[in-house]
């Protein structure tokens, strides 16, 4: 019975972690680019929790990142870690996977401001497995 209960509170407590964990994205605006046919401008607010992260993941976009609040922590394959603060930038080319993507803070949330430029009707995020990830040694 011990056992059961204990289950249940690790159970409960993981659950916990990893729903806080996860980022709440807003859409603010998507824009068709008439001038580049086939492409379209996307802006969307990312806000992290405290100790949140994304998986790892691509855009298949042109993405530039804004931080509005907080401290976040990205990485793209091959670049370094950076640790951004507010009014700091980052960017993403197409190509890229983004490997790292969290706040910096386990105690108070994180927001950035994010806007792409990528195929109309493209998935925004593309989960990358490590797997896939550690096959693309030569990718950036």
Request: hydrophobic share 40%.
């Amino acid at each position: 019975m011990k056992k059961t209960k204990l289950m249940l509170v690790l159970l409960f407590l993981m659950t916990g972690t990893a729903m806080a964990q996860e980022a709440t994205v807003t859409s603010l605006m998507s824009k068709d680019l008439k001038e580049f046919p086939g492409k379209e401008a996307l802006m969307i607010t990312v806000e992290y929790a405290p100790g949140g992260t994304d998986p790892i993941h691509r855009h298949s976009a042109y993405a530039f990142i804004y931080v509005i609040e907080g401290s976040i922590v990205m990485q793209v394959k091959g670049g370094k870690e950076v640790t951004l603060t507010p009014g700091q930038t980052f960017y993403e080319a197409p190509d890229d996977i983004h490997v790292v993507g969290r706040n910096a803070s386990t105690t108070k949330p994180a927001k950035f401001l994010v806007f792409f430029v990528k195929d109309k009707g493209a998935p925004v995020l593309v989960p990358v497995s490590t797997e896939t990830a550690s096959q693309m040694k030569g990718h950036k």
